[in-house]
């Protein structure tokens, strides 16, 4: 009989837990605060717009430590428990601007781009184990974020649903939806992807991206 995740009635309660987990010590201290962990959502993440010859060195090590360092760091403290307990689901929120890297973004980008590699590289660290790595490329998001960004390049005056529309339009003119995405739309993937069905679900990069990135391929 395949593994699968531990029976409900042994899960615990819904907890928190307050650590930051962009340092090392706050990382670990979340770690063996939450015990057995059978499944990681890597989904922290900071973006912001800026001309590419203004982003200095101190921006670029920010965004890596919280886009690309965080998410290595707490799967290299999971990874071992699952694939020594055979089960374990890792899925990381990338996102499109992996593939088409915004103008004004290029740090977030590339360094999501980064979490794509790297999540191709731990699903093979953990290659026969029961244990699946995948990344799941977001599309952009209705978060407070995105409303400020849309906001940037929207004129104010629109209420919030015409501001979208209009950046849709005029921003993002090739996506089939026309729309920004709910979260909830972005988390359906993630349960799928940490469930029993995506047993043969590994070192991908699955699109929830609305259509955005003008490919045939996920």
Same mark, same amino acid.
């Given at each position: 009989?395949? *593994? $699968?995740?531990?029976?409900?009635?042994?899960?615990?309660?819904?907890?928190?837990?307050?650590?930051?987990?962009?340092? %090392?010590?706050?990382?670990?201290?979340?770690?063996?605060?939450? $015990?057995?962990?059978?499944?990681?959502?890597?989904?922290? $993440?900071?973006?912001?717009?800026?001309?590419?010859?203004?982003?200095?060195?101190?921006?670029?090590?920010?965004?890596?430590?919280?886009?690309?360092?965080?998410?290595?760091?707490?799967?290299?403290?999971?990874?071992?428990?699952?694939?020594?307990?055979?089960?374990?689901?890792?899925?990381?929120?990338?996102?499109?601007? %992996?593939?088409?890297?915004? *103008?004004?973004?290029?740090?977030?980008?590339?360094?999501?781009?980064?979490?794509?590699?790297?999540?191709?590289?731990?699903?093979?660290?953990?290659?026969?184990?029961?244990?699946?790595?995948?990344?799941?490329?977001?599309?952009?998001?209705?978060?407070?974020?995105?409303?400020?960004?849309?906001?940037?390049?929207?004129?104010?005056?629109?209420?919030?649903?015409?501001?979208?529309?209009?950046?849709?339009?005029?921003?993002?003119?090739?996506?089939?939806?026309?729309?920004?995405?709910?979260?909830?739309?972005?988390?359906?993937?993630?349960?799928?992807?940490?469930?029993?069905?995506?047993?043969?679900?590994?070192?991908?990069?699955?699109?929830?991206?609305?259509?955005?990135?003008?490919?045939?391929?996920?």
């Amino acid at each position: 009989m395949a *593994k $699968g995740p531990r029976s409900s009635a042994s899960i615990d309660r819904r907890r928190g837990v307050t650590a930051d987990v962009t340092a %090392a010590q706050g990382a670990e201290a979340l770690v063996d605060a939450s $015990g057995a962990v059978d499944v990681l959502v890597n989904n922290l $993440g900071i973006f912001g717009s800026t001309p590419a010859l203004e982003i200095d060195d101190d921006e670029w090590r920010r965004l890596f430590a919280v886009n690309v360092l965080n998410a290595a760091r707490l799967t290299r403290l999971v990874l071992p428990g699952m694939t020594g307990r055979g089960w374990g689901r890792v899925p990381n929120i990338a996102s499109d601007s %992996a593939i088409v890297i915004p *103008k004004d973004m290029i740090h977030y980008g590339a360094l999501k781009s980064a979490l794509l590699a790297m999540s191709r590289r731990y699903a093979k660290a953990a290659s026969g184990t029961g244990v699946t790595v995948n990344s799941v490329i977001a599309g952009l998001t209705d978060t407070e974020g995105v409303e400020d960004f849309v906001y940037e390049l929207v004129d104010r005056p629109l209420d919030c649903d015409a501001a979208q529309r209009e950046f849709m339009r005029t921003a993002r003119p090739q996506s089939p939806i026309g729309r920004l995405i709910e979260p909830a739309e972005i988390a359906n993937m993630v349960v799928y992807l940490a469930s029993p069905l995506a047993s043969t679900t590994a070192g991908g990069a699955l699109r929830v991206d609305g259509g955005y990135v003008d490919s045939i391929l996920p």
